[in-house]
């Protein structure tokens, strides 16, 4: 337990220290697990293996440069907005400081003030925005790296086999990692950018400012779990308040409630099943962790790399028990399964009243 734990703490000590050249990398496998569906089936439609590759490069890189130029010309115009934005924000908050002091509820403007930032509340879009800039500077590195991966999608399984010694080898394992991830990521991402539409549309309809730009943060912060909705909606909140008052803050806030149930609550469960098959604490452990190790882009990235690490332990036969941990209970055993069962023997069995 000791040699492995210590050879933990160096793995993990390694990437960290090696974020700048893994996360590419893994961001590269993300976009790999997401656009080898399409080359497979260009592919199967009897389309040359450089020329779907190239097709499908060429349109991951126009969906890049396009969102890359939507995202910089709204935060720009937000950026400039912001001082204004600001002073309305004060004049509001002492207003509303007004009226509670008239309801005899005592509130230091100030202190109001330090709750209700801006700038702190995008935080957490601010740095992830960050990281994916970073990223577009190694574009080349991302996009060799696509390249190549899609080109050695198909001729995968061959390989392992032929490495193993047994052209008939089987790679159900290996075929179960890859069928479970790709299916998460597609799905959620089907699913986030229907977010970011809806909420960019409501928000437009109700006259909020930059609703290109809450839409795409809306988009990105949909991958990580628990928190990203909530954080995706505080700026557009508060810009609403700013803007019209405090109805039209409540409906952009009912909008983002509605929306994010529906989808997340609803649709998200009946798509996906299942097959995730991990506790709500191991989601949330895993978004603290990755996002410790890898910061934003690691919480983007928390559930996929936490379902690959599942998946491996559960075919390891030392660590099987550790996958069994991070599964959900089936929903017969959290039916009927009570905290303190009742030994047999304390059960009175005699009949008739005692």
């Known amino acids: ?31 790999t697990v997401l656009t080898a569906p399409a080359v497979m089936w260009l592919q199967s439609r009897r389309w040359p293996s450089w020329l779907a590759v190239s097709v499908v490069l060429l349109t991951v890189i126009v969906v890049l440069v396009g969102l890359g130029t939507a995202f910089g010309s709204s935060v720009n115009g937000f950026v400039a907005a912001v001082p204004r934005y600001q002073d309305r924000l004060n004049t509001a908050l002492g207003e509303y400081t007004r009226v509670l002091e008239g309801y005899g509820i005592a509130v230091s403007a100030d202190n109001l003030r330090k709750m209700v ?11 992830l925005v960050s990281q994916l800039a970073s990223l577009l500077s190694d574009t080349a590195l991302i996009i060799l790296t696509l390249g190549f991966s899609l080109l050695e999608v198909a001729s995968i399984p061959r390989k392992l086999r032929r490495a193993i010694g047994d052209p008939q080898a ?8 890859v069928t479970e991830v790709k299916r998460y990521v597609v799905m959620k ?13 409501l928000l437009a309809l109700m006259g909020v400012d930059f609703p290109v730009l809450w839409g795409l943060i809306a988009f990105l912060l949909n991958y990580i ?25 409540l409906a952009v806030a009912a909008a983002y409630v509605g929306v994010n149930t529906i989808i997340g609550n609803i649709i998200e469960p009946r798509l996906l099943g299942r097959k995730l098959g991990l506790s709500t604490l191991i989601v949330f452990l895993s978004l603290v962790f990755w996002g410790w190790l890898w910061g934003p ?9 936490t379902m690959i690490v599942k998946i491996l332990l559960e075919s390891s036969d030392q660590f099987s028990s550790v996958a069994v941990l991070m599964d959900q209970p089936p929903v017969s055993q ?12 304390d059960v009175d069995e005699t009949p008739g009243p005692r």
């Open 1 to 31: 337990m000791l040699l492995t734990g210590a050879a933990l703490v160096i793995l993990l000590a390694g990437m960290k220290a090696a974020e700048e050249l893994l996360v590419p990398l893994v961001f590269a496998g993300f976009l």
């Open 117 to 127: 930032n801006p700038g702190a509340a995008m935080s957490i879009a601010a740095q």
């Open 334 to 345: 959290r039916a009927t399964m009570t905290p303190f069962p009742m030994p047999v023997s």
């Open 225 to 249: 779990p628990n928190i990203g909705s909530i954080v995706a909606a505080v700026p557009p909140v508060l810009l609403a308040l700013v803007q019209f008052g405090f109805g039209s803050a």
């Open 297 to 305: 882009m690691g919480m983007l990235l928390s559930v996929p790399l």
């Open 170 to 177: 089987d790679l159900s394992r290996f075929s179960r990692l």
């Open 189 to 201: 991402t089907y699913l986030s950018v229907a977010t970011g539409l809806v909420l960019g549309l």
